[in-house]
């Protein structure tokens, strides 16, 4: 299914008021191929994306083959990793290499940047943290090991994997570019999500961290935070969620859900060598969605109403 196609199914017809069908809503992007950045912005270096096998980190990942850049995708299942490699060489003709890694255990990551310097010839010169995971549920019944799972991926691995290309690119002295993929909750806090938004909010936090640590060295550190951008890779609970609360296009102050390929080529732009000078930033691509506030704010439902949950410890 094209990312087109997908945008179209999430759309429901009359879902607006009717006001809001006489606004224009925020245009929609260019075609998928288009880049703002001049071609071959990317050749001869390497990117490296972790959870780029599927969803969203593949959409980077195709919007780096399109400048020229060199891949090393990264995650856990093998046959996905080979479906979405073949996808992608077939996009810019760049090489396209493909590691299995548990990001949580640090001698994996490492094998990963290995791999990397064997298969492309080269350590990355753009590391992107897209893996992540999360799940809903009511804080009160997640468990040690829902809330270990999702803090080792979305935070700890996202530290082992940053941690290992910093220190390759200290120890060559050469430069290099982080980019982070975070969430909105981050700032806010995420009622059911609470495992996640502590671990984004550390992510988050890196990137602050880390971009005057390492911005003496060359190496910029920034965010990226996607809005709602309907892809296949979604996970079961993530659409289940979106089928309780249809109409998303009419949620959104935008008048639209995003493409996957809007949050690539803010990926692309963020470790570009037009960005050398933004470092430690967030760049949120949602529409503005995560912002909106009402003038009166509607009935609070508990968190676990909106998850279809019974009464607690019944």
Known sequence: MTEDAMTEDAMTEGAMTEEARDLPGLPAPPPLGASALP??????????????????????????????????????????????????????????????CDIRVPEAVAAAFDVCETALGSRPDVLVNNAAANFPVPAEELSPNGWRAVVDITLTGTWFMTREFAR?????????????????????????????????????????????????????????????????????????ALDRAPRQDARQPALRVGLPRELGWAATFLASPYA??????????????????ALVNDPVVPVREQLGRGRFGE
Do not use: C
Request: avoid cysteine; charge should be positive.
């Open 276 to 293: 050398r000078f933004v470092s430690g930033h967030t760049l949120v691509v949602d529409g503005a969605n995560w912002q909106r506030r």
């Open 168 to 240: 390759r690119h200290l120890a060559a002295r050469t430069a290099g570019s982080v980019v982070n993929v975070g969430a909105s909750y981050a700032w806010t806090g995420g009622p059911g999500f609470a495992h996640s938004a502590a671990a984004k909010a550390g992510v988050k936090n890196l990137v602050e961290t880390l971009a005057v640590e390492w911005g003496p060295y060359g190496i910029q550190v920034n965010g990226l935070v996607p809005g709602l951008m309907p892809h296949e890779d979604m996970t079961s609970d993530v659409r289940g």
């Open 39 to 100: 071609p071959g912005t990317y050749e001869g270096r390497v990117v490296l994306v972790t959870g780029g096998g599927s969803g969203l980190g593949k959409a980077i990942a195709a919007e780096f083959a399109r400048l020229r850049a060199d891949l090393l995708i990264v995650g856990r299942s093998a046959a996905r990793l080979e479906a979405a490699r073949e996808e992608l060489e077939g996009i810019g003709g760049t090489r396209v290499a493909t590691a299995v």
